[in-house]
């Protein structure tokens, strides 16, 4: 009798790793996807904030152009604004 019990207990933990197997697969496929997903939004992220800044120094330059630069008015009257 003991030999049965024996084989049910391998056969029990063979069913249980069948599981954990299983189980740690889908947890490594969940993470690969969350990490995926993080690179991906961080760098779309990175990309957006980089296009903000250079946006943001172009209507800096811009406008400090357009201080510098006379008035329409100014040009035809001679700098009387």
């Known amino acids: 009798m003991s030999n049965n ?4 207990d391998f056969l029990q933990v063979l069913h249980m790793s ?9 947890f490594a496929m ?11 939004v961080s760098s779309r992220l990175k990309a957006a904030l980089k296009q903000q800044e250079e946006m943001n120094q172009a209507i800096k330059s811009q406008k400090s152009a357009q201080q510098l630069s006379p008035s329409p ?7 009387v604004g």
Request: with cysteine; charged share 5%; proline share 0%.
């Open 5 to 8: 019990n024996m084989l049910q």
């Open 18 to 26: 069948g599981y954990a197997v299983f189980v740690w697969s889908a």
């Open 30 to 40: 969940t993470m690969a996807v969350l990490i995926g997903v993080y690179c991906y």
């Open 73 to 79: 008015s100014e040009k035809i009257n001679g700098g």
